[in-house]
């Protein structure tokens, strides 16, 4: 089995930057397939960014692209989320996730998820 935890929110200012990690834990590596999701207030979770094994193909929703930057390193079993240039309408909830196979943005399909940490940004 593996646990998945998230750090690194918190309230930032409109223009703003914070960095989530994702550390994995309970195996010897971490799913191949890593993901970012979050969930606002009344509104279905929503897939954010992924990443493959290496880290040579990343994935994004159109409403992050050129702003976000997922990366892992796996020698740490971590993965991140830079987040610059933040939004009031980035709130929400922060969900890392796991699985193996092909990269997908269906929340159903992974089999692993943190426990969330918050992101607040203040206009």
């Known amino acids: 089995q593996v646990q998945l935890v998230e750090s690194g929110g918190g309230l930032v200012q409109a223009g703003g930057s914070l960095r989530l990690s994702c550390a994995a834990s309970?195996?010897?590596?971490?799913?191949?397939?890593m993901a970012w999701f979050r969930q606002a207030p009344g509104k279905e979770r929503e897939f954010v960014a992924a990443?493959?094994?290496?880290?040579?193909?990343?994935y994004y929703a159109d409403s992050v692209r050129g702003r976000f930057t997922i990366s892992r390193d796996n020698a740490k079993n971590t993965v991140y989320l830079q987040m610059n240039s933040l939004k009031p309408e980035d709130t929400a909830v922060y969900y890392c996730?796991?699985?193996?196979?092909?990269?997908?943005?269906?929340?159903?399909?992974?089999?692993?998820w943190g426990q969330g940490t918050q992101v607040t940004v203040s206009s």
């Open positions: 990443i493959n094994w290496n880290g040579d193909s990343t």
């Open positions: 996730a796991g699985k193996g196979g092909i990269p997908t943005r269906t929340v159903s399909s992974y089999n692993y």
């Open positions: 309970g195996r010897t590596f971490s799913p191949s397939i």
